[in-house]
């Protein structure tokens, strides 16, 4: 089993910045990929970014790419997604995926809540 708690939610304004972060417990020796998933009131989740666990591979959706970064740092077993210029569109509770072997779905974190005022 692999454990995942994300922090680093909270209320920002448009064009401003946020730094989520993932922190992974358990048999972390068994993830593949860590993603970060969204999912707004009303809409369905959407895949958001990732980041290979050995070789730091990443990929984001259009809508964030130039203004998100994702990044792990492996010591700690955390992954970060740093969210510069947010805007109210981002708005959503980000979740933590880690796709892992022998895992079908993988692990989900709780969830943190992301709010972006216009």
């Known amino acids: 089993q692999v454990q995942l708690v994300e922090s680093g939610g909270g209320l920002v304004q448009d064009g401003g910045s946020l730094r989520l972060s993932c922190a992974a417990s358990?048999?972390?020796?068994?993830?593949?990929?860590v993603n970060w998933f969204r999912q707004a009131p009303g809409k369905e989740r959407e895949f958001v970014a990732s980041i290979s666990w050995s070789g730091g591979r990443t990929d984001y959706v259009d809508s964030v790419l130039g203004r998100f970064a994702i990044a792990r740092d492996n010591a700690r077993n955390t992954v970060y997604l740093q969210m510069n210029s947010l805007k109210p569109e981002d708005t959503a509770v980000y979740y933590c995926?880690?796709?892992?072997?022998?895992?079908?779905?993988?692990?989900w974190g709780q969830g943190t809540q992301v709010t972006v005022s216009s």
């Open positions: 995926n880690a796709a892992a072997r022998g895992a079908f779905g993988g692990y």
């Open positions: 358990g048999r972390t020796f068994t993830i593949l990929d």
